[in-house]
């Protein structure tokens, strides 16, 4: 039986869209997910970086653009607790496929083979497969050789680290999205003060959002500062407990 489309995770809405991804040193990346999306070549491509570097948007972006397209994608997780790799059974007819966090499973020889049988039914089928991993293909602990020659053969990228000024358009942006005005200063100061990862940097603009929002005061410096402030406290705080 063909599987319906499936449901993206349950996310911030803006997280899942590409026009709202800051590309910085990965404007290539970013063109190759939207042809892919789109119905263009290359119909497989792997996407490898570390945790925060952006994989995760870029496959639920194009899984969205796709289906807002009108044409059939699935985009799922293979870190989520799924229970078989009967889940990607039928996703062979569809138009895109996305499959996320490669190195959690594909070590266990029932996921890899069902990953390499997906990858060989969606070309035979003309079908795109978009994928992720933290390492390229070659250093991946995967079960099956075979699939490591799949893996290989797609168009891989890695994605690169952003520099100081895209973390701060980075910011800025996102803030925009939101409605909220977040200034030079206070974007320089959490830039210095943050970690250098996308997701980390996003993770601090919800809490900033909600308490910007709770205590129905704007973004100024003094207000970040005291907020970061009381994190790094209640942090601490939390690990001696």
């Not at 910011?171 to 997701?199: I, N, S, T, Y």
Request: aromatic share 2%; with cysteine.
């Amino acid at each position: 039986m063909i599987r319906e489309q499936l449901p993206l995770p349950v996310v911030p809405r803006d997280t899942a869209d590409l026009d709202l991804f800051h590309a910085g040193p990965n404007a290539e990346v970013l063109d190759a997910v939207r042809h892919l999306a789109s119905g263009a070549p290359p119909r497989r491509v792997l996407l490898h970086g570390p945790v925060g570097s952006g994989r995760t948007h870029l496959l639920q972006g194009a899984a969205r653009k796709a289906h807002q397209a009108g044409r059939r994608s699935a985009y799922l997780s293979l870190a989520d607790d799924i229970e078989s790799p009967e889940l990607l059974d039928g996703l062979d007819a569809f138009d895109l496929v996305c499959i996320d966090d490669l190195d959690a499973r594909v070590q266990e020889h029932s996921w890899a083979l069902a990953v390499l049988r997906l990858i060989d039914a969606l070309r035979a089928h003309d079908g795109a497969v978009l994928l992720s991993a933290t390492l390229p293909p070659e250093h991946l602990p995967v079960a099956m050789p075979d699939l490591r020659t799949r893996l290989s053969s797609c168009a891989i990228y890695a994605l690169k680290p952003l520099a100081d000024d895209d973390r701060r358009a980075l910011l800025q942006r996102r803030a925009k999205a939101r409605g909220l005005e977040l200034a030079d200063d206070v974007a320089d100061f959490l830039v210095r003060r943050l970690p250098r990862d996308g997701a980390s940097l996003l993770r601090a603009l919800d809490l900033l959002d909600h308490a910007s929002l709770t205590a129905q005061r704007k973004l100024t410096l003094p207000f970040v500062q005291s907020l970061l402030v009381q994190i790094s406290l209640e942090s601490k705080s939390e690990a001696r407990s």
